[in-house]
């Protein structure tokens, strides 16, 4: 599975974004999926993650309740969506999946992701 994450750019504060993680080689429907960022200067972190049933989800507290996780229809692509941004939210985002036998599985730590995708850069301005 080769996956490919877009979608970042620069925006304003309180601004809204949409990024896009698209799998090739095969689509991510028994996958579990993250999202996770690094800031400059520090640690890559959680972000958001889900398992391959659509109902199960889970956030950082920072961006809880701002960010959503979702699948499209055709289970090749995951998206993040980003609303009420703030300048600590810049950083690079990256995308990870992993085969999951339960559709409830989904994992908060990197270990576990097998995949991952290249990064997309989002920038916060105040």
């Known amino acids: 599975v080769q996956l490919q994450a877009s979608g970042g750019g620069l925006v304003q504060a309180g601004g809204s974004l949409t990024l896009s993680c698209t799998a090739s080689g095969r689509t991510l429907d028994t996958y579990a999926v993250g999202w996770f960022r690094q800031a400059p200067g520090k640690e890559r972190q959680f972000v958001a993650a889900?398992?391959?049933?659509?109902?199960?989800?889970h956030y950082a507290d920072s961006i809880k309740g701002r960010f959503i996780i979702s699948r499209d229809k055709d289970k090749t692509t995951v998206y993040l969506q980003m609303n009420t941004l703030t300048p600590d939210d810049t950083a690079i985002y990256y995308c990870?999946?992993?085969?999951?036998?339960?559709?409830?599985?989904?994992?908060?730590?990197?270990?576990?992701?097998?995949?991952w995708g290249q990064g997309t850069l989002v920038t916060v301005s105040s």
């Open positions: 990870a999946a992993v085969f999951t036998v339960y559709s409830g599985t989904y994992y908060k730590e990197e270990g576990p992701y097998k995949y």
């Open positions: 889900g398992g391959w049933n659509a109902g199960v989800t």
